[in-house]
């Protein structure tokens, strides 16, 4: 009778383990699928943050094309050479605050891209769950077996 224990011991572990290893496989599956379905996302993410970084981009370049077409004008009417002395300098100026903006949209840009990039760069651990679990079934099953 004890053998007949020993055994319905030892096939229970065997069994305890091999659904333990199924489980863990289903939810590596799973987390893959998740880490594919968020890379998908964060690729389309950074997709859109690229398209509208270019349509900022150009809506600076065209308001500062106006605005210096029309600085040039309003001092060209006023009499004043535009691209001479203080008006040069004006349009110099509006050009510095452009490229400053553009700057500071590029960093913006940067740091929008890497935020959220630390996610799929964890790893998940499934694995060493599982063997952890399978390990301290089978020892539970050898320790009933040894006392």
């Given amino acids: ?8 011991t030892l096939v229970a572990a065997g069994t305890s383990a091999a659904g333990s290893l199924r489980q863990a496989d289903a939810q590596r599956q799973n987390q893959r699928a ?13 997709q859109e943050l690229v398209v509208q970084r270019e349509k900022d981009r150009l809506e600076r370049e065209q308001t ?14 006023a009499g004043v050479a535009p691209d001479d002395g203080s008006a040069a300098a004006i349009t110099t100026g509006l050009r510095r605050t452009a490229a400053e903006a553009e700057d500071a949209s590029d960093e913006a ?13 964890s790893p998940d651990g499934g694995g060493v769950t599982a063997a952890l679990s399978v390990g301290r079934t089978l020892g539970q099953a050898a320790r009933s077996l040894l006392g």
């Fill in 1 to 8: 009778m004890a053998a007949l224990a020993s055994v319905a």
């Fill in 34 to 46: 998740q880490a594919g379905l968020a890379q998908q996302q964060e690729q389309s993410r950074q």
């Fill in 64 to 77: 500062l094309a106006r605005t210096i077409a029309s600085t040039r004008a309003r001092l060209g009417a």
């Fill in 109 to 121: 840009f940067r740091i929008r891209l890497a935020r959220g990039r630390s996610s799929l760069l």
